[in-house]
Structures are given as C-alpha cells and as structure tokens.
C-alpha cells in the first residue's frame, strides 16, 4: 500500500487541547454525476492503530475491500451519512453535505466534541463544538484516512449494486464520475433515474430536448 501513513498528530493536538472525543470527517461522491453523496465519521481508540490505513484515494478498489472490515471493527465507533441524488438537486450540494454530515453524526454511538475535516471549509458548523480544518487531512490525519475508507468502500458497494438495474451507464466501474464511457452512455441513453439532474453535464452530454437541465431555483440570500 502506497504513500507515507497518516497519523495522529492532530488528534493527539486536540487531546492535548482536552477535547476528548475526536471524530475524523471526510467526503465521497461530490464530483460524481450519479448517486448519492456520503460523508463518513470515524473515532479511533487511542492506543490500537491498524496497519495499511490510508487515504482512500491511494488505495485500489480490492485494497480499500480488504482493509473495510478491519477499519471498522478498530474504530470505536464508525457511521456513514447519505444525502440522495434527489436531495443533491433539490438542495444544492453545499446543503446536501451538510445534511449527509448531519446524518453521519447522528449514526455515532458517542457525540464528539471536536471534529477533524479534510479541507477549507467547515460543512460542520453548528454540529461540532470544534472544527479543525486541515487541508490533506485525509492523507495525514489517522481518523479523517479512516473514514474516508468506510464512506468509499460503502459508496462503491452502493454504486455497484445500482449498476444492476441501471446497466448502461457502467456504474459498476465508474461509481458515478464522469469517464469517455459514462459520457458516450449518457449521449445514447440520456440520464438515468440516479443522475443529478441540476448538473451542468445535462446540457453537454444529452442531447435530447425532451430530458432538459432541470434548473434549482436561486435560493434566498442576506445579502
């Protein structure tokens, strides 16, 4: 398994903070055209560390399937929140990760009192007493490349059984993103009832005038 192993650094920064439970967040399926999106919540114990942890986009698939279960049996607690294609439309995709977010917190056994998020922005405010933003957290923070292995792993596995009522698209392989096949598919086919109908893809990938764009309504602002 390749690159540097995350570790715990961060975590052990917030201990020494005295925050105590510490849940390591991080995102799948946002660039994706079909599916839903899913973000995943992990709290490691302290002193039990698990071999070839990283993040999930530096393992192959087969990797990511052979390490799931023992991830998960490590984690003290562990959960994945889901936000539809639909709601993706219906709510925009800043919305519908905060919403997935919400979900995953809410699955925990335990309710953290400080989060680890991947990236600049804090799509858990509001949820977490304390957020600590890192950007390429998933790739050096030990709880935040664990969940990004659970939410991977149980969106592939979502994405591969869709793939059986939706054969054309690929889903099996693709999982959703866009590749020359998936876009060929959605040229022939036009869109199946999982893609996200409000992305832009609609308007260069399906030429067909009876499966517009659908267009979300600008939503209200303070400013």
Not at 30 to 38: I, K, V
Not at 164 to 190: E, I, M, R, V
Request: glycine share 8%.
């Amino acid at each position: 398994m390749a690159g540097r192993a995350p570790t715990r650094t961060i975590e052990k920064e917030l201990w020494a903070d005295g925050h105590e439970v510490i849940v390591g967040i991080d995102e799948v399926g946002r660039g994706a055209w079909a599916g839903p999106l899913m973000v995943g919540a992990a709290i490691l114990p302290k002193d039990k560390r698990v071999n070839g942890v990283r993040d999930s986009k530096m393992l192959s698939e087969a990797n990511r399937e052979r390490i799931f279960d023992r991830v998960a049996g490590w984690c003290d607690t562990w959960a994945i929140g889901a936000a539809s294609q639909e709601e993706c439309d219906e709510l925009g995709m800043a919305d519908a990760q905060r919403l997935a977010a919400r979900r995953a917190l809410a699955g925990l056994a335990v309710r953290p009192d400080a989060a680890v998020v991947d990236g600049k922005w804090n799509f858990l405010a509001g949820q977490v007493p304390h957020v600590e933003m890192r950007v390429k957290a998933d790739m050096h923070c030990l709880s935040v490349a664990a969940a990004s292995i659970l939410a991977k792993v149980t969106r592939d596995r979502i994405m591969r059984d869709l793939a059986a009522s939706y054969p054309h698209w690929s889903f099996d392989t693709n999982k959703g993103y866009p590749c020359p096949l998936h876009k060929t598919a959605l040229q022939g086919y036009g869109p199946s009832a999982i893609h996200r109908r409000t992305w832009v893809f609609m308007d260069h990938f399906v030429p067909w005038p009876g499966v517009p764009r659908v267009v979300r309504p600008e939503q209200p602002t303070l400013f």
